[in-house]
Each structure stands twice: as C-alpha cells, then as structure tokens.
C-alpha cells in the first residue's frame, strides 16, 4: 500500500516539474543498491555468521579438554603396560627355554630317551624316561625303578 502512495507521489512530480526525472533515477539505483546488498548480506554473512556462533559453541571448556587428556593419556599407558608384558612374557618363554636347553641336551648327551625301551633298558614309572639297566636310579627324575622291573 505504501508503495502504491509512493508510485503515485513520484508519477504527480513528474507530471508537475519533469525535471525531477533525475532524481528518480537517483532514488532507484539507490533502492537496487539496498536490495542487492540485503541479498549478499542474506548469502554471504548470515551463514559465516551462524558458522561462527556453532564453532564457538562448540569448543570445549578447560574441564572437557582436561579429560579429554586424561583418556589419551590412560589410552597410551594401557597400550604401553600391555606392549610391557607382552615383552616380559617373551622374556620369560625365551630364559625358560634356555633353562631347559642344557637340560635336554644333558639328557641327550646320557641316553635317556623317551621312546619305548630296548631290551638293555628299563622304562621309569613315574617320569616314562628310558634308561639302562645298570643305573639304580632314573637319571632324569632320580626315582629308583619299579623292584619288579629290575
């Protein structure tokens, strides 16, 4: 409506001073100017503006980023302490194997074996160790053998 009393009022001063024609113009690339910055004002600004307020609402306080330290912190001494033990636990298998090693080769070295026995040996009961008849105890476990198999 008031736009419709403007058009009338700018057609009235034409007709009465032509003159005015200019300043016409002026008032209407004025309003182009208006509505064209309002459109990159609508496009441009208010989104980076809304982009703006979501960033900062979205950071953290001092407390979140505390614990946000102290969950990496745990994730890395968990990931540490278990790479620990795995590596304590292959040390543990490798000095247990070179315990027994000189143990197997002793055995080895003694002709105690664990197969089924010749007929020049007996077999051990407790430990199933094959061994010669002349020992009067088991080489391996340090039992005596069974009296009925002597």
């Not at 912190?73 to 790479?83: D, I, P, T, W």
Request: aromatic letters at 8%.
């Amino acid at each position: 409506m008031q736009l419709a009393i403007l058009l009338v009022l700018i057609v009235i001063a034409l007709i009465l001073a032509p003159g005015l024609l200019w300043l016409v113009a002026i008032a209407v690339a004025a309003y182009g100017a208006f509505f064209v910055a309002a459109i990159i004002v609508a496009v441009v600004a208010v989104p980076l503006i809304f982009i703006f307020l979501w960033l900062i609402s979205r950071s953290k306080t001092a407390s979140e980023r505390l614990a946000d330290k102290n969950i990496e912190f745990n994730k890395r001494y968990l990931e540490e302490a278990s790479q620990t033990k795995e590596r304590e636990k292959q040390l543990e298998v490798a000095l247990c194997a070179d315990e027994l090693e000189p143990q197997f080769e002793a055995a080895a070295d003694s002709g105690i074996s664990k197969s089924t026995p010749s007929p020049d040996e007996i077999m051990c009961s407790r430990c199933s160790t094959a061994f010669a008849k002349a020992h009067l105890v088991c080489p391996h476990c340090g039992k005596s053998p069974l009296p009925s198999q002597r």
